[in-house]
């Protein structure tokens, strides 16, 4: 009796741009197995094949368009355009397979794509970008994974000023501890201190009191690093 389930199963899609509908590959909960969380929420699984990130984006095979669960349904004037124009020579690819590292890369390169050309709230925008360098932290690409950690900040700092993360999972204290921690880890350790401070005094600290720990610990992490290189 064979009785074995795969960790993938099919998930049927619609593509937002054209309508086609296709399968795309999805990890059964019960095969998550987490090992880690690093300090910036990137997960590190038991299995590193069996990695639910590798599965988040949709790409329409017959178009090219790739999205999240995130994306909005809508699309602004003239994206519909713009999209035709950057995939007028697209041809078919399947990624509705098992996907490889390299597949992952390329899916979440096409979603950034994507989501740039129908500007969707720079809260999904840097959700991307985040979870392309994670991907690279799991290969130890770290000029890659730093690219994107930068990308993820950028737009992250945009959608705090415009408030677009508003309405969604995100809270203010977790954009605010995030801002500082990609700051960290790319070095810009001005910003990061201004954004741990301000997660440390926020008004709500109360409610949120992990975020506001996770805060002072990187912070503290950052500091101590100062004074082993006085000169950076
Ligand atoms: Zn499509």
């Known amino acids: 009796?064979?009785?074995?389930?795969?960790?993938?199963?099919?998930?049927?899609?619609?593509?937002?741009?054209?309508?086609?509908?296709?399968?795309?590959?999805?990890?059964?909960?019960?095969?998550?197995?987490?090992?880690?969380?690093?300090?910036?929420?990137?997960?590190?699984?038991?299995?590193?094949?069996i990695n639910p990130l590798f599965y988040e984006t949709d790409v329409c095979p017959d178009c090219g368009f790739a999205s999240t669960e995130a994306f909005s349904l809508e699309f602004p004037n003239g994206a519909k355009d713009e999209i035709a124009k950057q995939f007028e020579n697209w041809k078919t690819q399947e990624f509705g397979k098992e996907r490889t590292v390299s597949d992952a890369i390329k899916a979440m390169k096409l979603a950034i794509l994507s989501a740039n050309l129908k500007r969707e709230n720079r809260i999904v925008i840097g959700g991307l970008c985040l979870r392309l360098a994670w991907i690279y932290r799991s290969i130890e690409d770290y000029n890659q994974e730093r690219r994107f950690l930068l990308a993820a900040y950028l737009d992250y700092e945009v959608s705090y000023e415009r408030g677009d993360y508003i309405g969604t999972k995100m809270t203010e204290l977790r954009l605010l501890y995030l801002l500082g921690e990609l700051a960290r880890r790319i070095e810009k350790r001005e910003k990061a201190g201004l954004y741990f401070t301000r997660v440390i005094q926020h008004k709500k600290r109360a409610t949120e009191t992990k975020i506001v720990e996770m805060a002072r610990e990187q912070w503290y992490i950052m500091r101590n690093q100062e004074q082993v290189n006085p000169t950076k």
Do not use: A, G, W
Request: glycine share 0%; hydrophobic share 30%.
């Open 1 to 49: 009796m064979t009785n074995q389930l795969s960790p993938l199963y099919d998930k049927k899609v619609l593509c937002l741009y054209c309508k086609n509908t296709f399968h795309s590959k999805r990890v059964r909960s019960s095969f998550i197995r987490i090992k880690t969380i690093d300090s910036d929420f990137c997960k590190v699984y038991k299995e590193e094949m």
